[in-house]
């Protein structure tokens, strides 16, 4: 089968490290799944970044045993990238590489890349550069879901219909978009009975303790608000009369822990049991699952792409309660390897305000991203459904463990993905192979067209979008009192971008608990024109914090 050049650069793949990042993991895991089932006699590394032999070494055998010969490549030596003729980059900027293949002919090698987040204003121009670079369609663009395929394409559509507009259609066909989902090297997830002991011994949860385990980075400005899980495990605590152990495995910037984190989200779930665990250490990122019953992860960030600890949670034959949320719409099976809860945005159009803020630099890349998933809501009642069901039906946590396990393996393991990426890379090394000489016209002007609004550019992300017709309604056993209480905490307060001030809030709240029932669109008119727009859409962080309830219908996504 075709074989690649890996694009080897410690960053890309070292998980041992105080700021351990998805992308870490995920590079680490491909790294390894690809050492392990690749149909090839021979590695091609490139030392792009010029580091010590010794240490790329070191940190290859680190992972995964080599053995099987090696041809690295230097920093300076791309045309050595013509043997075995395709680049593999673990990063999405193919348009930067192209310009660098440029001097030395776009049929020498071909380009294949990866997108990881998709929301940071680097990536979009990565992203962009698909269509305003030299990319050929001997290159490749994978998405790791179909949600962040859906969103590649919005931003692509626009940056193509600017440049037709200013300078006439591109002449040339563009680089090939591929979905190709994030793997596991599902073995390596395997439980063991003597580690849930231990586990559960060192976290003072008994044997028969029902467990709910979280693993990520703690960030709920640009990876998710614990908010929801919070919320949706306290009700179900209440709906079952059980005692539900919150095991949450992960790390966080001292700023953040010191600042009392860990205790918000205490407070939005006082009946359940939380545990915290520092989920860096690679004996933890491995162990951790045994402890568990079932896995549980309300992703609400535009940075989210693929979502790789629930097929991790697959791995492990845990049933996983998440968001229906970009990848893991891919990954968790609802009703089958456990449970997806409906999400709700604002609809395209009215976020143009968060794009333009990044774009002047104005607010930072963490405000956008924790402003838009403010604006995210979830079916909370449905969530804590779900949980409660796992809680109280050991048969049907195991029967969904079962399918997950089999699902990740048959699916997501790496020796099913690997054989994928090298069907592409033998599609692009036959495109450009005999594709017919050509002289590429000149180069384009650099222009900027990236800074879309999120709720757009995201828009394959939730179930359903927000409309001014859409119905809501306040939570009966709430108190206006109480509601004002939950908007004040520290986690419903990061992120607020254009969001209604205090009198506006007031207003919003005594308007829908005096009429339990009312269109988003109805609410906004009670205030001058001019904030209507903001008072339509911030009834979703009402709903995000369980103050109303949305009466959502489905089917409206394009």
Known sequence: MSNAALYLHPDGYNTRTQALMGRHSAGESFLRGYLRHADIDHHYFWNAAGRPHQELLDLVQGIEPLVKPQTWIG??????????????????????????????????????????????????????????????????????????????????????????????PRQRPEAQRATIPLGVNAGDFATDPAQRKAWREKLNIPEDGVVALYVGRFNPHSKMNPALMAIALERACQQTGKTIYWVASGWGDDALIKGGFHDQIRALCPSVEYREVDGRPADTRFSIWSVADFFISFSDNIQETFGLTPVEAMAAGLPCVVTDWDGYRDTVRDDLDGFRIATYSPRPGTGQDLSYAMANNWIEYGAYVAAAAQLTAIDLDAAAKAISALVENPELRRTMGERAKVQAFEVFDWSKIIPQYQALWGELQARR??????????????????????FRLFASYPTEYLSSTTMVAWTPSLTVQAAQAILDSPL???????????????????????????????????????????????????????????????????
Request: proline share 9%.
């Open 433 to 454: 192979l005999s594709a017919p000489a050509t002289i590429p016209p000149p180069r384009n002007l650099a222009e900027n067209p990236w800074h879309l609004d999120p």
């Open 492 to 558: 419903a307060r990061l992120g607020r971008v254009n969001f209604p001030n205090a009198e506006e809030v007031g207003r919003m709240l005594a308007l829908l608990a005096a009429k339990p029932h009312m269109s988003a669109g109805d609410l906004a008119k009670a205030f001058p024109s001019d904030r209507q727009p903001f008072i339509e859409r911030a009834v979703l962080w009402l709903a995000k914090f369980g103050v109303v309830c949305i009466h959502g219908h489905g089917g409206n996504l394009p």
């Open 75 to 168: 920093r300076t030596h791309r045309r050595g990238l013509a043997n075995p003729g395709v680049l593999n980059l673990p990063v999405p900027e193919i348009g930067n590489e192209a310009w660098h293949r440029w001097p030395l002919g776009p049929r020498t090698y071909s380009i294949c890349g990866i997108t990881h987040t998709t929301a940071t204003a680097r990536a979009m121009q990565a992203v962009g550069q698909v269509i305003t670079s030299p990319t050929e369609a001997w290159d490749a663009l994978i998405c790791t879901s179909h949600a962040v395929r859906a969103s590649v394409e919005t931003e692509l559509e626009a940056i193509r219909d600017y440049h037709a507009w200013q300078f006439g």
